[in-house]
């Protein structure tokens, strides 16, 4: 290994994906940030990776928002890629830094590519953590299973891997109290129909409206889901804003990329309509409780191919328990709770 002068400025690199980042990634960082007078983290994205360079690029800001010396830095060149420590991939990227960050006199990495890269390019590689021993958990088992490995999350990247549920269905079927009761029984957050503020009077209801409903729906996920712990409870959805569309106008409602972005939901509960109509002045009237209308919200929950369970029965406690059942046969790993 070659050793750098003790008086020449120590220039270190950290590489990687970060895909998701979390605090394993972090360690490193921090523990290569104290080792040297100047500190590079490279993000390197390759196409068609499930999360975009952007967003990992604005979590590592967020994240590292109290090392403002550290310096961020993005390729999406098309390097090799492998799964394990290359001399073909760790040339590849020796060449490009050879270029593009002159002067490097340490690498730092939790891989044993890190030994190919310094030989390459005549620096010290100085190894962290390889076993995993400080933080047990790597990339993949967080996109598999963010429930389970949510402690090794950092605050940055949890709105983005919360899993979010969806409660959909017809008015008057308790998916209010419903979100509410889950949301409490698990230890996080929810949020709730924002048509119930936004629509004083159902007369009022505008296609324009719908189109507000929807937005809103998406800002008050983004906000819960920075509160969220493990999971996030939602009422209402954008098919049920489009179901509405459909049903009073005869529209096919369109919404900004951000807005389908923020509620795409991984599990949905359907309560079903087999309990009495209650009107509360925001409701559109008994009449949307129709067979036919709750098939087209069926529907269109099914279209979406995301897993759901349906509620039943008139008895509320009895929703309240298959609906905990549901969560929990989906998500396992949630922390126990006593049964409902």
Known sequence: MPRIPSDKPKVGLVLGKFMPLHNGHLAL??????????????????????????????????????????????????FPQSATASRVVSKAWADYLRVTAP??????????????????????????????????????????NPVKYWDYIPAAVRPWLVPKVCLMGPESTG????????????????????????????????PELLLAIGEAQARGVQQ???????????????????????YLFGQELEFPAWVEEWQRYDFYLFPEIDVPYVQDGSRLGE????????????????????PYAVITGPDWDDRFRQAVAAVRARYPDLPAHPTP
């Open 175 to 206: 998916k209010s109290t419903l979100a509410a009761r889950l949301a409490a029984y698990f230890d996080t957050t929810y949020i709730e129909e924002q048509a119930r503020y936004m629509m004083s009077n159902t007369a009022e209801c505008t």
């Open 287 to 306: 009449h949307t409780r129709t067979t036919a209308l709750r098939d087209q919200f069926f529907a269109a929950m099914q279209a979406t191919g995301v």
């Open 29 to 78: 960082i921090r523990f290569a940030a104290q080792r040297c007078d100047r500190l590079i983290v490279l993000l390197g994205v390759t196409a068609g990776e499930p999360i975009s360079g952007p967003r990992r690029l604005q979590w590592l800001r967020e994240a590292l928002a109290d090392q403002p010396t550290i310096e961020l830095r993005y390729v999406d060149d098309e």
């Open 103 to 144: 002067g490097l006199t340490h690498i730092f990495t939790s891989e044993p590519y890190g030994d190919y890269v310094a030989e390459y390019l005549g620096i010290e590689h100085v190894c962290f953590d390889q076993p995993r021993a400080t933080v047990p958990v790597s990339a993949s088992l967080i996109r598999e």
């Open 224 to 246: 819960q889901a920075r509160r969220a712990n493990r999971i996030l409870f939602c009422d209402s959805d954008l098919e049920t804003t489009r179901v509405y569309g459909r």
